[in-house]
């Protein structure tokens, strides 16, 4: 997969992570990049094509793939945080973690790989999390919801490998975003988080994991789980 003469399509690339992979893809060559964002007119990156697209609304979906049918690369960044613990939270929280997270997600997968599949393969990257790992109290919600993620890409490689697309699932820690504003600790810089993404699906890799809290974490899924915890 090439950035240079790509077409691209972002979810959620109004800010954060997503801008800066849409600024990134720009100045790497892409020759068109959709930038999508259930408020189109929230989008302020000049050179992208702006879609208006809420992922968890399979009409708008549908629309969209239409709109975009030249795409061949897929990059599913959207995502939500409410902070719901399972036993004592909000469902409905946990369920529109879900609905974007894992749901809204497959969705987007499903509508572009027969489009994927008619410009070569291509290459679907999904934005999950080294949450995607562990567990973390008032994060559980957040938690179920990437793993799923996680274990959605692994069964989408496998059924989308004879059409040869690339499936990249990437993992980080806290990046300096909206969304991670409010969490003490040190943050990747988008732009960071946005080259090692790309450089990563350059190189036909299958996960990128961009920070060494990352790497740790995914580590720890070999070990005895009461030493990660602390559990006694």
Excluded: C
Excluded at 60 to 67: H, S, T
């Amino acid at each position: 997969m090439h950035i240079t003469g790509a077409t691209a399509l972002i979810t959620g690339a109004n800010r954060g992570l997503g801008r800066a992979l849409a600024q990134r893809l720009l100045e790497r060559g892409a020759t068109t990049v959709y930038a999508t964002a259930r408020d189109p007119e929230a989008i302020d990156l000049p050179g992208v094509e702006p879609l208006r697209l809420d992922i968890t609304d399979p009409a708008q979906i549908a629309a969209v793939a239409e709109q975009a049918s030249g795409v061949d690369l897929l990059i599913n960044n959207a995502g939500i945080q409410s902070w719901t613990d399972l036993l004592t939270g909000d469902l409905e929280g946990l369920q529109r973690e879900l609905d974007t997270n894992l749901f809204g997600t497959l969705r987007m997968a499903r509508a572009f790989a027969p489009g994927l599949a008619a410009h070569g393969g291509g290459a679907i990257v999904n934005v999950a999390s080294a949450m995607s790992w562990f567990a973390h109290t008032s994060g559980n919600g957040y938690h179920v919801s990437k793993a799923a993620n996680w274990a959605a890409s692994n069964g989408l490689r496998l059924e989308l490998a004879s059409q040869s697309t690339l499936v990249t699932s990437v993992h980080l820690g806290l990046a300096d975003t909206d969304m991670g504003r409010a969490v003490p600790g040190e943050k990747a810089a988008p732009h960071d988080v946005a080259d090692a993404v790309l450089d990563g699906v350059e190189a036909g890799q299958i996960e990128v994991l961009v920070d060494d809290w990352s790497r740790h974490v995914k580590a720890s899924l070999a070990k005895d789980p009461h030493e990660f915890y602390g559990l006694g």
